[in-house]
């Protein structure tokens, strides 16, 4: 297994692709289907580790949660991995260590260790220009008010956002689903996520104002589905390939990917959300 992959996902978890993968706890620990080391052995108290159980059994009893898998290591070792409540509420069926899970924003993380193995192969640098290789945002103009009949001000940016600003969230993106500026207005009424590839969703970015100077603010922002187009244009593969090549496939990694194949449908969670009464309603399948 390549250990600087290994450490490249702990060092990255900060760095922050709406596009959304899918995994199941055994992706991340081999252990799962090995027996466990014993819990002392490794500085564990079994009573404790007996409160971590009752803890996590009484969240699914007051049906916080419809189910969860938890998974302990240290050392390199698995010393326990457990499934509690359902994979499926309605059939009642049970939550599996090999369940699949919808990771959602974790796949940022992923996009950054992409990032960071195109780095070091020389294949961009922090100071350049995100256009150099992603020439639709060559043309980008930057919100800087609105004048008393209400229509936008724009000015032209500063310098071109770069691939570090990129990365750290602070190039003058936005994500149009949390804010409520003229500028994520935009950001909602342009239907990025609708978009059915990251060529497209980044043409309609392009078509957009900057929220603010790049490098004079932080916002959590579309940076990492921008930075899947830039693994593309910099690997020359798409970028699912990318990351099942150079990532999932070494890693061990078999069962994640964006979309989940039919063989494999019985094991996808179901996902919950909460009605207006704070009760688990099941999300439509996707």
């Not at 991340?28 to 803890?55: A, H, I, V």
């Not at 796949?107 to 256009?131: F, H, R, S």
């Amino acid at each position: 297994m390549n250990s600087f992959l290994k450490r490249r996902v702990v060092e990255l978890a900060a760095i922050t692709a709406s596009v959304v993968l899918l995994t199941p706890c055994s992706a991340f620990g081999e252990g799962c289907g090995l027996p466990n080391e014993k819990p002392s052995t490794f500085g564990f108290s079994p009573e404790r580790l007996q409160k971590l159980d009752r803890n996590m059994q009484a969240i699914i009893d007051r049906k916080t949660v419809a189910g969860t898998v938890t998974l302990l290591a240290r050392h390199g070792k698995v010393i326990g991995c457990k499934a509690y409540g359902y994979q499926d509420v309605s059939s009642a069926k049970p939550m599996q260590v090999n369940s699949i899970f919808r990771i959602f924003s974790m796949t940022k993380p992923i996009t950054g260790v992409a990032m960071m193995i195109l780095y070091e192969e020389g294949k961009w640098q922090p100071t350049d220009p995100v256009e150099k290789y992603i020439p639709e945002l060559a043309k980008l103009k930057v919100f800087a008010g609105t004048d008393s009949n209400g229509n936008m001000i724009l000015e032209d940016p500063k310098h071109p956002p770069t691939i570090g600003e990129l990365l750290t969230h602070t190039a003058g993106f936005t994500y149009g689903l949390f804010g409520n500026t003229p500028v994520d207005k935009l950001y909602k009424e342009s239907n990025l996520f609708a978009s059915t590839s990251l060529t497209e969703f980044v043409e309609k970015v392009g078509k957009l104002p900057l929220l603010y100077q790049p490098g004079e603010e932080w916002v959590y922002s579309v940076s990492v589905d921008i930075q899947g187009l830039l693994v593309e244009r910099l690997s020359g593969k798409p970028f699912a390939d990318f990351m099942r090549e150079r990532i999932f496939n070494p890693l061990g990694m078999k069962d994640t990917d964006f979309l989940v194949p039919e063989q494999k449908l019985a094991r996808l969670v179901t996902l919950y959300s909460a009605d207006a009464t704070g009760a688990m309603k099941a999300e439509a399948a996707d």
